[in-house]
């Protein structure tokens, strides 16, 4: 199993970004997907989840209405459309799923919400 994300950067405030996660060695199309994100000195924390099919959707209280997840299961690929940008979301984010009675983590990418 291989998670790579990329897509993160530094932004201003009230800015938008979309980070992307490749997955592979596993069949995606029938696994739920998530992102998770840490901040400096905090544990990590949950952001979102997709299920596979249907594509249902969840998000964290702090994302719900700004942040929109998203799948791709011909690229195999997760996506998170990040809007409406505040500080407080920064920190690494990263890509999870849970496979064979395993968790498998990507290696993150950084986010920066500053002026």
């Known amino acids: 199993v291989q998670l790579v994300e990329s897509g993160g950067g530094l932004v201003q405030p009230g800015g938008s970004l979309r980070l992307s996660c490749a997955a592979s060695?596993?069949?995606?199309?029938?696994?739920?997907m998530s992102w998770f994100r840490q901040a400096p000195g905090k544990e990590r924390e949950f952001v979102a989840t997709?299920?596979?099919?249907?594509?249902?959707?969840h998000y964290a209280d702090s994302t719900q209405g700004r942040f929109i997840i998203s799948r791709d299961n011909a690229k195999n690929t997760v996506y998170l459309y990040m809007d409406s940008l505040k500080p407080e979301d920064t920190g690494v984010y990263y890509c999870?799923?849970?496979?064979?009675?395993?968790?498998?983590w990507g290696q993150g990418t950084q986010v920066t919400v500053s002026s």
């Open positions: 997709i299920d596979s099919v249907p594509s249902r959707t």
């Open positions: 060695g596993f069949t995606f199309s029938t696994t739920p």
């Open positions: 999870k799923v849970w496979y064979m009675q395993r968790e498998y």
